[in-house]
């Protein structure tokens, strides 16, 4: 690690370690094995796509154990939003659930991760946002929680070790969900479950675990968990992710990449991410296009706009990866973004916005709302607004 890495003596923190994670051959049946006499009536929180995909081995799984029954919530869709937590735990109360278990990817944990913290708090999906819901959110997890376990089919936005959960507003604005105690206590990374993912879901779920895992990198958090987790997350992804893509049916690959994902959630729990993601959420509620796809062009601008005075973390991720090592800061972190934007046109994923049109009021809207954002501070390069503002009108010009 680079001196800008490393756990400065003044610098102080807390670490809530995730649940067990089963990975691996048979880490379901493994999981729900660990459940032990927790696992009761589970609702499963899934969408119709996956749950077509991989239902029938998941109910074997869940028939497997003695006595169990269940039901299943397939309501959930992309860019998920208040309605589907309203469903599914309306479903989860009038059937008498009593285990959360997300089936899927970001969008159906994210919404089990809202349903879950209604279920066990007693609240209602509007609560989340009050100070009654906040307050559940922000307490210890009790030994009276119900269970909550999630088998993630994606390998991307970590949403099973990390503590956020982003689920869109009846306002259209995508609200985050943070909580260390509605993260799930059981996952399983069961690689073949990976295998039935349609190519470009894939590739794009990848391309936000490399995102992840960079953003945790480089961002000024001292958390030298979080920054071990981050970068062993870079390398596994920036390996994995050609190589799911090139060789679907590749277990190894697709299991290396389910770990980054897994460890890049983890080191985003830890210590967040970077200006990249924080000026993403804000425009996603004015776009409406895969996660990935807003992604790109926001880092293909503000990763080289943030290394023109930052570039000290991109430079120590690239000579660690073994992607450049000149002695350059400059040149090794460049050589460091143009690794990540070849993965994104090898994923498919655009490096620039075709159609995206930004008035300066626009712009001057987003920048405030990414201010709110915890990440943007610790961007290692301090950005103001009227910057952010200007970024934006740039991804649009």
Aim: glycine share 8%.
């Amino acid at each position: 690690m680079s001196g800008e890495q490393d756990c400065a003596l003044q610098a102080q923190g807390v670490m809530a370690w995730p649940g067990v994670c089963h990975w691996g051959a048979n880490a379901l049946a493994r999981t729900l094995g660990a459940a032990g006499t927790r696992l009761r009536l589970p609702l499963v929180v899934t969408d119709a796509g996956t749950w077509g995909a991989v239902g029938t081995r998941v109910e074997a799984a869940l028939a497997a154990v003695p006595g169990l029954q269940w039901h299943v919530y397939d309501g959930v869709v992309p860019n998920p939003a208040m309605a589907q937590v309203r469903a599914a735990l309306r479903s989860a109360r009038e059937l008498g659930c009593a285990t959360v278990m997300a089936v899927g990817g970001g969008s159906a944990i994210d919404v089990a991760k809202a349903v879950y913290a209604c279920l066990a708090g007693g609240l209602d999906a509007e609560d989340l946002q009050e100070p009654s819901g906040q307050a559940w959110l922000a307490a210890a997890a009790h030994a009276a929680d119900p269970l909550f376990i999630a088998v993630p089919t994606t390998s991307g936005t970590g949403s099973e070790s990390s503590s956020a959960a982003l689920i869109q507003g009846d306002d259209g604005r995508k609200r985050l969900i943070r909580s260390n105690r509605a993260r799930p206590s059981l996952v399983a990374l069961q690689p073949d479950l990976t295998l039935s993912l349609p190519p470009r879901p894939t590739a794009q779920g990848g391309f936000d675990a490399v995102l992840h895992a960079l953003g945790a990198w480089i961002n000024t958090d001292p958390s030298p968990v979080g920054k071990a987790m981050a970068l062993q997350a870079l390398r596994l992804c920036m390996r994995a992710l050609p190589d799911v893509l090139r060789v679907p049916d590749s277990l190894r690959a697709r299991a290396d990449m389910q770990m980054g994902a897994y460890m890049a959630g983890l080191a985003i729990g830890m210590s967040k991410v970077d200006a990249v993601h924080a000026m993403c959420t804000p425009l996603e509620s004015r776009v409406h296009m895969a996660h990935a796809e807003v992604l790109g062009p926001i880092f293909s601008v503000v990763a080289r706009h943030t290394a023109q005075t930052a570039a000290a973390p991109y430079a120590a991720a690239a000579r660690a990866l073994g992607i450049a090592a000149t002695g350059n800061d400059h040149q090794d972190a460049t050589a460091l973004i143009e690794a990540v934007e070849s993965l994104a046109r090898l994923a498919g994923i655009p490096l620039r916005f075709a159609d995206l049109t930004l008035s300066e009021q626009d712009a001057g809207l987003l920048a405030s709302q990414a201010m709110l954002s915890a990440s943007m501070p610790i961007n290692p390069r301090v950005l103001a607004p009227a910057e952010i503002q200007s970024l934006y009108l740039q991804m649009a010009a």
